[in-house]
């Protein structure tokens, strides 16, 4: 999947309010240009899981759009899988599948399975590959307490486990996952989550995730697209982005005897370093930027004075990388 320089603008009429607006409109109609998409250049290879982010109204939706063939560029070129998919509809439709989190693309009075034996009639599956397909799903997304009942009758997450069976039946190269687990209970998220990491290392399926759910991000993807009105402003490995921008590291001790580190001593040693105790329990916590220290030389140095019961460290969440991202994006901005 290739994007070079590609850019979308719309055109939105300009009008003043009441009747007299609407006939000088009429008459001399205005208008302005919006660019949602502004030269955006990107090269992702076949088996990869990429999150494609940004805040709202940065372009994603509009470009995964142009991907999928539903809207034609304005400028530069588009390919997937060596197809342009605006020109070549049908054949792009072959090469991929979608999920999008508010819509189905089950038909809603037919029986699940109704809806996926027609998808495998239009796309003209084998029947044995169809079989196999069928037992896949069945195994990790547990469709068969629900294939025969209608797509009204059934839960989100139940039709979301179906949406992502008919997006995949075909068995496609590329799957574009717009806000696939919005609105779902944890356990379901997790099956849907599985099952989309089980499709990308089995069947080397590209994925492009847009999502506001970090869990998401962290636990299908690689690689980390950042996009802000319309521009590109970070591709990388999602642990770079953690090293660029995520500092901070805690550390939580349990200890068997009182506290025998005081935080003048610790700010001494380490200075930034923060210690917290909490009113309750035999614990304490160490917060400090491991850019200046190791989690080793913290460890170290309580180590030498208290007993340790217990130890474990909190990695910086991608949720506050990206929000701190976000953060200076609009700061930028403004």
């Known amino acids: 999947m290739v994007a070079d320089n590609l850019t979308k603008e719309f055109r939105h009429a300009v009008k003043k309010p009441g009747l007299t607006g609407s006939i000088r409109h009429l008459l001399n109609p ?3 240009k919006k660019t949602a998409v502004d030269r955006i250049s990107f090269s992702i290879e076949r088996g990869e899981s990429v999150a494609y982010v940004g805040p709202n109204g940065a372009g994603k939706s509009t470009t995964i759009k142009m991907l999928t063939g539903i809207l034609v560029p304005t400028g530069g070129q588009v390919l997937v899988d060596g197809v342009i998919p605006y020109k070549n509809r049908i054949e792009n439709a072959r090469n991929i599948g979608a999920v999008f989190g508010q819509r189905t693309q089950l038909w809603w009075d037919l029986p699940v399975l109704e809806s996926l034996t027609l998808l495998k009639e239009i796309y003209e599956i084998p029947d044995r ?8 799903f069945e195994d990790i997304l ?14 989100l997450g139940q039709r979301m486990r179906a949406d992502l069976a008919a997006s995949l039946l075909h068995n496609p190269k590329v799957l574009y996952l717009d806000e696939p687990t919005i609105g779902l209970d944890v356990s379901v998220k997790a099956r849907i989550r599985q099952f989309i990491r089980e499709v990308n290392r089995e069947s080397g399926t590209t994925i492009l995730l847009t999502t506001h759910d970090m869990e998401d991000i962290e636990d299908i993807c690689k690689r980390l697209l950042i996009i802000d009105r319309g521009r590109v402003i970070f591709d990388g490995e999602l642990q770079a982005v953690k090293d660029a921008f995520a500092q901070e590291r805690t550390i939580h001790f349990e200890v068997r005897a009182p506290l025998h580190v005081g935080e003048e001593e610790l700010a001494a040693q380490f200075p930034g370093a923060v210690l917290h105790i909490p009113s309750e329990g035999s ?3 160490v917060r400090f930027n491991r850019f200046y220290y190791s989690a ?8 030498k004075r208290n007993e340790i019961v217990d130890i474990h460290i ?19 901005r403004g």
């Open 30 to 32: 205005e208008y302005e």
């Open 129 to 136: 590959e169809y079989k196999k397909r069928m037992e896949l």
């Open 142 to 155: 547990h469709l068969g307490e629900f294939l025969h009942l209608p797509a009204r009758k059934i839960s």
């Open 283 to 285: 614990g304490f916590s």
């Open 296 to 303: 080793g030389d913290i460890i170290d140095f309580v180590t």
């Open 314 to 332: 909190d990695e910086p969440s991608i949720e506050l990388v990206i929000r701190q991202i976000y953060e200076v994006i609009l700061t930028f």
